[in-house]
């Protein structure tokens, strides 16, 4: 004949440590109704805090999990540092992106380049081209007269389909 397992665990967190305490005040003989009202407050406010604590638990795997950072292995510290560091990249990329954007916009003709070679240009309105400046002049225009407006050409693609 075996003997039957007795489960003699009890949860150690604060929430059920409360709730036992909670059960231990309620087994005392003769309460009064104003004691055992006292204990409906403590258990009401302990529910209340104990949702909290399940909504700011679920609040920080939501966050953790946006960073790309499993919880709750992560730390407070590693999500805020994954925060910061997303912060500072997307600056970076923002710093990068106005950069090329204005590497790259349209110029008025009568602004030089800073060097020779070949320009996206504009002669006229809607009329797109291509032209060399040699340093002093647009050649091929008529006059070497400048361009309506002139752009570097942008970065070719690492591998052309040629
Ligand atoms: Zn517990």
Known sequence: M???????????????????????????????????EALDTIDEA?????????????????VAYAVGLDWPTATRRDILDAIRAS????????????????????????????????????????CYSHAAFDGAVWQGYPDNNNPMFWRPIPPLPAETTQ
């Open 2 to 36: 075996t003997e039957k397992p007795t489960v003699n665990h009890k949860c150690q967190c604060a929430a059920c440590r409360a709730s036992r305490a909670l059960s231990t005040l309620r087994a005392l003989p003769a309460l009064t109704d104003s004691t055992t």
């Open 46 to 62: 302990l529910s209340v805090l104990i949702d909290d604590g399940a909504a700011g638990w679920a609040a920080m795997g939501d």
């Open 87 to 126: 912060s500072r990249r997307l600056a970076e990329l923002a710093a990068a992106l106005a950069a090329a954007l204005a590497a790259q916009r349209w110029r008025l003709g009568t602004e030089i380049p800073d060097a020779t070679g070949w320009y996206q240009t504009i002669e006229a309105v809607d």
